[in-house]
Nanobody, 117 residues
Framework: EVQLVESGGGLVQPGGSLRLSCAGS????????MSWVRQAPGKGLEWVSR????????ASADSVKGRFTSSRDNAKNTFYLQMNSLKPEDTGVYYC??????????WGTGTQVTVSS
């Protein structure tokens, strides 16, 4: 079955960095565009970035431009989010999602990122 498993979250000080990973299995990884989505405590979902199946960055949120970079290694079936210059408002649960023919069809279970001094 299709699985998406996020990892790499944790507690980091403001200004620090984290790299999130999303390991995919059960499907042809390179055939699917994917996104990172996050949810801050008490807030709604925020789309962070989108990447094509081949690794072309398609979009990113204004709130993370210049600080976050998405990438993927299809040989390893892994999707990444490199987060630099982290701010407290970046705190939240980060999810990777896969796009099917029409819309998102699978979500990971999320990884917690906490930015605090």
């Amino acid at each position: 079955e299709v699985q998406l498993v996020e990892s790499g979250g944790g507690l980091v000080q403001p200004g620090g960095s984290l790299r999130l990973s999303c390991a995919g299995s059960g499907f042809n990884f390179s055939s699917y565009a994917m996104s990172w989505v996050r949810q801050a405590p008490g807030k709604g979902l925020e789309w962070v970035s989108r990447i094509s199946g081949g690794g072309r960055r398609l979009a990113s949120a204004d709130s993370v431009k210049g600080r976050f970079t998405s990438s993927r290694d299809n040989a390893k079936n892994t999707f990444y989010l490199q987060m630099n210059s982290l701010k407290p408002e970046d705190t939240g649960v980060y999810y990777c999602v896969r796009y099917g023919n029409a819309d998102v069809d699978y979500w990971g279970t999320g990884t917690q990122v906490t930015v605090s001094s």
